[in-house]
């Protein structure tokens, strides 16, 4: 069995993991993308899940031509997706019941997560979620971002911790690829981009949903 003791730290990552923000996202780049002439299949949009901000122009150069006006791409998306996100964003299927179990196990938490923290902590406490955590280390308080081990290596440490004993909660490659090579446990639960064959060879279980990351935590106990 993949998970072998009960954890003693609980890491999540945010959009597409807890928050159902990855949709939005995809739709903010296609309706940036058609108000400017540009062509970008879903396929291209779907392949940014996961990735840090600070390397989404070189992805999109690669793909859409150095010609191709990035910057404006990416202030139209940015432009749409905060109008969008203004109202609580929605959780994914069984968030509650795992913070719910975690904390009735006395299994501390914290938020590991690529989007810079001004965005990350007015969606969290929008969605009435920011306290039940102890801390958020955020894209912006990191020098190497996902998928770098960076994030996952700095909230093992915060909680005094060495990374095995914790476990991640992960939906994309990028975040369980960092979540590797930190060393820590990983549940993945992928939204809109199935794993890769990457993560696939780690072997780690990769569920439906956090209430099927919350059942199979309780085998641990």
């Known amino acids: 069995m993949y998970l072998t003791s009960k954890p003693q730290a609980a890491l999540f990552d945010m959009d597409g993991l807890m928050l159902d923000s990855e949709s939005i996202g995809v739709e903010c780049w296609a309706i940036a993308a ?6 970008m299949p879903r396929a291209l949009i779907i392949g940014m899940i996961g990735m840090h901000s600070g390397k ?21 998306c940015h432009t749409l997706y905060m109008e969008r996100t203004q109202e609580p964003i929605a959780h994914r299927p069984g968030l509650t019941e ?3 179990w975690l904390e009735a196990q006395h299994i501390p938490k914290a938020v590991c997560t690529s989007t810079r ?8 406490r929008a969605a009435g979620i920011w306290s039940r955590f102890e801390f958020a280390i955020c894209g912006d308080e990191v020098t190497h971002p996902k998928p770098a081990p960076e994030i996952y290596q700095k909230a093992a440490a915060a ?7 914790c476990i991640v909660l992960e939906d994309s490659d990028f975040g369980v690829q960092a979540a590797h090579q930190a060393g820590c446990k990983i549940i993945m639960i992928p939204d809109l981009r199935p794993p890769s064959l990457h993560s696939l060879a780690l ?4 569920l439906g949903s956090l209430s099927e990351a919350r059942d199979l935590l309780i085998l641990t106990v």
């Open 159 to 165: 909680f005094h911790l060495p990374p095995e004993a």
């Open 203 to 206: 072997n780690i279980p990769i």
């Open 117 to 124: 923290r001004s965005i990350a902590e007015h969606h969290l």
């Open 98 to 100: 795992i913070l719910d």
């Open 34 to 39: 058609a108000s400017l002439d540009i062509d």
């Open 56 to 76: 989404t122009d070189i992805y999109l150069q690669e793909h859409l031509g150095s010609h191709a006006p990035i910057a404006e791409l990416r202030a139209a």
